[in-house]
């Protein structure tokens, strides 16, 4: 990876020091490049760069990749005042990462989300362009008859009159669960399906986005970084400009 990145940026994005508090500790002499201090917090530096933060080396590992398995209960933006976010779940030090969910799941949806502060691979993920499939486990509270199969896996109008693309539907031997998989991702989107074949989503849980898989082995409310391998696998559906 190579850069040329401000400080403030660099060391705010480690989760250190805030933008405000960079600027403090430059003032104060205490941020160092090639072991020469500097007051401008703004100052470019380049990987080869030797940057210290009271003596101690700063790397810059520009993005985070999070896997979360978000509880119920939980919004997934802070455009709700009010109510519990999925921020509240991290520590202080990830929140300073200015990480942000890719896509959002309802408040009552549980399972896989990811956050990152990667805007620039969130935006594209999120890109109805990239057919980026997400898989979740339903049930519901009637049973889903042939034809209501066929129609949530064909594509059926909406009560806003948005048609929905094709699907993929796996049916369990009780026909009132299953799995569903999506490449696009409207507002309600499953639960308006549902609901536009006279059925009701009673638990919805994001099982799979991209080709990464929830980890069985978080609880509820429990994130972890996604290995390098899940990284890569994110990463391929994104074009770096
Ligand atoms: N579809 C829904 O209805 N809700 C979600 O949270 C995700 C997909």
Do not use: W
Not at 145 to 174: C, P, W, Y
């Amino acid at each position: 990876m190579t850069y040329f990145e401000r400080i403030d940026k660099i060391i705010s994005s480690q989760g250190k020091l805030s933008r405000r508090e960079v600027k403090a500790a430059a003032s104060k002499g205490r941020i160092s490049v090639n072991g020469k201090p500097i007051k401008d917090p703004g100052l470019k530096v380049r990987e080869t760069d030797n940057l210290t933060l009271d003596g101690l080396q700063v790397t810059y590992d520009p993005f985070v990749y999070i896997m979360m398995n978000k509880p119920e209960g939980y919004v997934s933006s802070n455009d709700q005042p009010g109510l519990p976010t999925v921020f509240d779940l991290l520590t202080d030090a990830e929140r300073k990462r200015g990480l942000f969910c890719v896509g959002r799941l309802d408040r009552d949806t549980v399972g896989l989300l990811i956050l990152t502060n990667d805007g620039d691979a969130a935006h594209q993920l999120l890109s109805p362009k990239k057919h980026v499939e997400k898989t979740y486990y339903f049930e519901s509270a009637e049973i889903v008859s042939d034809d209501d199969a066929e129609s949530l896996i064909n594509g059926l109008e909406l009560a806003d009159g948005l048609v929905t693309k094709e699907t993929k539907l796996e049916l369990f031997s009780d026909r009132r669960s299953g799995l569903i998989t999506l490449t696009e991702g409207k507002y309600h989107q499953i639960k308006r399906m549902f609901g536009a074949t006279g059925n009701k989503i009673t638990f919805l849980e994001r099982k799979r986005f991209g080709g990464i898989d929830l980890d069985d082995a978080l609880k509820r409310g429990e994130l972890r970084e996604l290995t390098n391998e899940e990284q890569e696998i994110l990463l391929k559906i994104v074009i770096r400009r």
